[in-house]
């Protein structure tokens, strides 16, 4: 599973270029997908190891769209979602649960991946290159370039909403500290502003009632233009009643 997760990028970094990336693409939503179920009944415990292995493989494998592989790329992030949900959840039930002899080892998980999103988010969305495409020879570099920054925002945001589905499972004990100080929430919230309404949109519609009004605080205190924003459309990656802007009017 963590080899399949990998998808394109670490197959061409063990120079298996000559893979179809759409091919590679579909084995690591698969393998996404498996590891989320697996993760749901096994749980985490004695398997902390492996869980960053497989975190790490599969945020590389969805971390570009080559050519053709859109649909592909957004199922594969979709089912890496619900792996890291079920990561999420067992980590923070056993990181709180005071007769677990692993609390610590699961504290340590929590926080390692919340991080480890977080930074894949911000890698992402900073400008700078933009990340690896496989375009057309009659593109302009203009275009490619274009191109290119936008599968990286796309991606950013992407991780980000994984981010937030694993935030919402942390204990409000060590709120907001754990999200500012390991997985680098202010820094993302300045660099894509558009963040900021995504972030609310969670807060509203999926935190617990305790870590929600802390966070929303803290949002707003940071940048209060966020309560006005309702109007851009949720990413593909999060669907369903929560995207709806009357139902987050309704929530504030």
């Keep these: 599973v963590v080899a399949c997760a990998g998808g394109v ?22 393998a996404n997908a498996l590891a989320a179920v697996s993760l749901s009944r096994a749980g985490t415990a004695g398997r902390e190891e492996q869980v960053r292995d497989f975190v790490s493989s599969a945020l590389d494998g969805v971390s570009e769209s080559p050519e053709g592989t859109g649909k592909v790329v957004a199922a594969a992030r979709h089912a890496l979602l619900g792996a890291i949900e079920a990561i999420a959840t067992d980590v923070a039930r056993r990181s709180t649960d005071g007769a677990d002899p692993s609390r610590q080892e699961a504290a340590e998980l929590q926080r390692w991946l919340l991080a480890t999103l977080g930074r894949y988010a911000l890698d992402a969305l900073l400008p700078g290159p933009p990340l690896g495409t496989w375009g057309s020879q009659e593109e302009t570099a203009a275009d490619g370039q274009s191109e290119g920054r936008g599968a990286a925002v796309e991606a950013g945001e992407a991780f980000f909403a994984m981010l937030c589905s694993a935030a919402r499972h942390v204990d409000v004990s060590i709120l907001p500290e754990l999200l500012y100080s390991e997985a680098h929430m202010a820094d993302l919230l300045r660099a ?58 309704s929530a504030l």
Excluded: M, Q
């Design 9 to 30: 990028r670490r197959a061409l970094g063990r120079g298996r270029g000559g893979l179809a990336p759409r091919e590679l693409t579909s084995v690591a939503a698969r």
């Design 192 to 249: 894509h502003p558009p963040l900021r309404e995504l972030w609310l949109r969670h807060l509203v519609s999926r935190f617990p009632e305790a870590a929600r009004e802390l966070l929303v605080l803290r949002l707003l205190e940071d940048f209060p233009e966020a309560a006005a924003a309702f109007s851009a459309p949720y990413p593909a990656i999060l669907t369903g009643p929560e995207a709806s802007s009357s139902v987050l009017r």
